[in-house]
C-alpha cells in the first residue's frame, strides 16, 4: 500500500500548496490556471481513448451506467453530500463540490491508477504509483489554485478506491485481465473528455451520473470477452 499511501500525500501536500498560492493569485491568473487544466484534462481523456477497442461495450456501459447513475441521481446525492461536510467543517468555499468530483476523477479514473494499484497489490512494483504521485503533486497543486480546498479532499477518495484495487488485487489478481485495463481506461478516457468539457464551460454536463459505466464495462468484458 506504500505507493497509495505516498499518492494520498502527494494529492494532499500539492493541493494545500495550491491553496496557498490561490490567496495570491489574480483573477485572470487563476482564469487561464483553469483554461490550461481544461485542456491538460482533453488532452489525457484523448490518450486514453485513442486506441478504442470493444467498443459496442464501451458505449453499452456509457449508456446504461448514464441511465443508471441517473435513476440513482448520484450527482444529487454527491453533490449533498460535499456540502453537508463544507458546512460540517466550515468551508468557505462556493467550489467546494466541483473541486473534489474533478480531482477524483482526473485522479482515479486514469489507466495508471488501475495498472500501477495492480502491480502493487501483486507485488511486482510500486513504481508506476510513485511516478503517478509525482505527477497528481502538481495537477493538484493546478486544481486547488483554481477550484480550492474540494481538490485536498479528494485524497479521501483516492485513498479508499485505489487502496480498495491494490487489496483486491492481493487475491484476485486473474481478475484484471488486459481486456478489463483497457476497457476501464477507455471508459475512463471518454468521462474526463466530458470532465473538460465542463471545466472549459463548453457545455454542463452530468459526468457524475455516468461513473456506473466504469463497473458495467468491467462486468460485461468478464461475461462476453
Request: hydrophobic letters at 55%; glycine letters at 10%.
Amino acid at each position: 500500500m506504500i505507493g497509495t499511501l505516498v499518492n494520498t500525500a502527494a494529492v494532499i501536500a500539492g493541493g494545500s500548496l495550491g491553496m496557498l498560492l490561490k490567496k495570491n493569485m489574480p483573477e485572470r491568473m487563476t482564469s487561464i490556471y483553469f483554461q490550461a487544466i481544461g485542456l491538460f484534462t482533453l488532452a489525457i481523456g484523448i490518450s486514453m481513448v485513442w486506441e478504442l477497442n470493444h467498443i459496442l461495450i464501451v458505449v453499452g456501459s456509457l449508456a446504461l451506467g448514464s441511465i443508471t447513475g441517473e435513476l440513482l441521481n448520484l450527482e444529487k446525492q454527491t453533490d449533498r453530500l460535499s456540502e453537508m461536510l463544507r458546512k460540517k467543517l466550515r468551508i468557505g468555499s462556493d467550489r467546494f463540490t466541483e473541486g473534489l468530483v474533478t480531482a477524483f476523477l482526473l485522479f482515479c479514473v486514469g489507466s495508471m491508477t488501475i495498472v500501477g494499484a495492480i502491480q502493487e497489490g501483486t507485488g511486482v512494483s510500486s513504481d508506476l504509483l510513485l511516478t503517478k504521485s509525482l505527477m497528481d503533486f502538481f495537477s493538484a497543486l493546478l486544481l486547488a489554485s483554481a477550484l480550492g480546498i474540494g481538490v485536498v479532499f479528494a485524497a479521501i477518495p483516492l485513498l479508499l478506491f485505489q487502496g480498495s484495487i491494490t487489496l483486491l488485487s492481493m487475491y484476485a489478481s486473474r481478475f484484471f485481465t488486459p481486456d478489463i485495463i483497457h476497457g476501464l481506461t477507455n471508459t475512463g478516457g471518454i468521462l474526463l473528455l466530458g470532465l473538460a468539457i465542463n471545466i472549459l464551460e463548453i457545455k454542463r454536463l452530468r459526468i457524475m451520473n455516468m461513473l456506473p459505466a466504469l463497473l458495467i464495462v468491467v462486468i460485461l468484458i468478464w461475461i462476453v470477452v
